[in-house]
T-cell receptor, first 113, second 114 residues
Framework: GQNIDQPTEMTATEGAIVQINCTYQTSGFNGLFWYQQHAGEAPTFLSYNVLDGLEEKGRFSSFLSRSKGYSYLLLKELQMKDSASYLCAVRDRSSGSARQLTFGSGTQLTVLP | EAGVAQSPRYKIIEKRQSVAFWCNPI?????LYWYQQILGQGPKLLIQFQNNGVVDDSQLPKDRFSAERLKGVDSTLKIQPAKLEDSAVYLC????????????FGPGTRLTVL
């Protein structure tokens, strides 16, 4: 199985940069995902990393270090609409299904004016 | 492109009653997932279908939960009988195939068991 840790809550100011960290332990790593979930809504896909390094997509970037079991999601030029829960999820080759995702509990980000 | 559809959006039942949720995935998506999301936690996979076959149901409490996807399109998830701890949002997601990276989630069904 997997153990996924991410901070429960973070607060940042509009226009600033925030980094949300995620650490994981898994025996058969097969990809790491970040999802955004607004209150009362479904999660939406943000990014996918399977190799080490940084993936940039507009204001959002995601980094992965497989040797350290570590990822972060970087949000730049924060906007009020970025207030949401950010879920880190790991795909593990050793689980019942090679394509099964295990989610962390999410980091609730609050963007203040 | 229409997204993943789920119904009902909200359901309130008493413990020991039965309830069923329905999901219609994105057209052409072979893989369908049911997740349970308890307040303050991330989604937990209950069952994964590939077309009309079950790929993984290792975390499905089979004494009370059941799911089917008879024609490889729509799916239903049933709880019988419900317990208080089943109060959660039940999310359905789909992807083109099991090897495809992105899962698309439906709006979810919020279940409250009294």
């Amino acid at each position: 199985g997997q153990n996924i840790d991410q901070p429960t809550e973070m607060t940042a100011t509009e226009g600033a940069i925030v980094q949300i960290n995620c650490t994981y332990q898994t025996s058969g790593f097969n990809g790491l995902f970040w999802y955004q979930q607004h209150a009362g809504e479904a999660p939406t896909f943000l990014s996918y990393n399977v190799l080490d390094g940084l993936e940039e997509k507009g204001r959002f970037s995601s980094f992965l270090s497989r040797s350290k079991g570590y990822s972060y999601l970087l949000l730049k030029e924060l906007q009020m609409k970025d207030s949401a829960s950010y879920l880190c999820a790991v795909r593990d080759r050793s689980s019942g299904s090679a394509r099964q995702l295990t989610f962390g509990s999410g980091t609730q980000l609050t963007v203040l004016p | 492109e229409a997204g993943v559809a789920q119904s009902p959006r909200y359901k309130i039942i008493e413990k020991r009653q039965s309830v069923a949720f329905w999901c219609n995935p994105i057209s052409g998506h072979a893989t369908l997932y049911w997740y349970q999301q308890i307040l303050g936690q991330g989604p937990k996979l209950l069952i994964q279908f590939q077309n009309n076959g079950v790929v993984d149901d290792s975390q499905l409490p089979k004494d009370r939960f059941s799911a089917e996807r008879l024609k490889g399109v729509d799916s239903t998830l049933k709880i019988q009988p419900a317990k208080l701890e089943d109060s959660a949002v039940y999310l359905c997601a789909s992807s083109l195939d099991s090897g495809y990276n992105e899962q698309f989630f439906g709006p979810g069904t919020r279940l409250t068991v009294l």
